[in-house]
């Protein structure tokens, strides 16, 4: 059974960093993409950040390039998320998410995370 | 980015009832579409991609429907647990992009 667990989540002021983990487990992490996803009330659901099995081709969404860093360590099957320059408007749930392929390409999301809140305070 | 949107935003239905819910692409997505539910305080879970094709687990209750840009999930009978929020997914055209959500309710 495949499952994800999000860490790092909290509470943190305006120009804060925080770093989100996802530890994944019940299937071959180094095979494939992941991404994070976050959710608010009032714009939904947002796609993030993907970075491809190898960990060769990161992709951002143009709300958070710049700031926002994903990597992994597929001998430790941990997806990361390091955020610098917060803002309000990114808080949110921050969901970790498994992609069908290894490729950071055709991105859709076959298993989620419980996903951890990130609230940036001003 | 292409923009998603669903209809109607709620939906109310009787258990045992049919729901069928709208999706639209503001461009051509060919068959990359895909949907999720998502319950109260849970995650979204996975249901569909390539538009028609169910996941894994998922009952044959969910059937989807569509290409290009208007694209159908059909859910033919109702059970308590249908009873959540559904987001549509285009996955054609970088970036990934959802659609705000129809949210089916109990009549």
């Known amino acids: 059974e495949v499952q994800l667990l999000e860490s790092g989540g909290g509470l943190t002021q305006t120009g804060g960093s925080l770093r989100l983990s996802c530890a994944a487990s019940g299937f071959t992490f180094s095979n494939y993409a992941m991404s994070w996803v976050r959710q608010t009330p009032e714009k939904g659901l947002e796609w993030v950040s993907s970075?491809?099995?190898?960990?060769?081709?990161?992709r951002y969404a143009d709300s958070v390039k710049g700031r926002f860093t994903i990597s992994r360590d597929n001998s430790k099957s941990m997806l990361y998320l390091q955020m610098n320059s917060l803002r309000a408007e990114d808080t949110a749930i921050y969901y970790c998410a498994k992609n069908p392929r290894g490729p950071a390409s055709y991105i859709y999301f076959d298993n989620w995370g419980q996903g951890t809140l990130v609230t940036v305070s001003s | 980015e292409i923009v998603m949107t669903q209809s109607p935003a709620t939906l109310s239905v009787s258990p045992g009832e049919r729901a069928t819910l709208s999706c639209r692409a503001s461009q051509n997505i060919g068959i990359n579409l895909a949907w999720y539910r998502q319950k109260p305080g849970q995650a979204p879970r996975f249901l569909i991609y390539?538009?028609?094709t169910r996941a894994t687990g998922i009952p044959a209750r969910f059937s989807g429907s569509g290409s290009v840009t208007e694209f159908t999930l059909t859910i033919s009978s109702l059970q308590s647990e249908d009873f959540a929020v559904y987001y549509c997914e285009q996955y054609n055209n970088w970036p990934p992009t959802f659609g705000q959500g129809t949210k089916v309710e109990i009549k």
């Open positions: 970075i491809s099995n190898d960990g060769a081709d990161p």
């Open positions: 390539g538009a028609s």
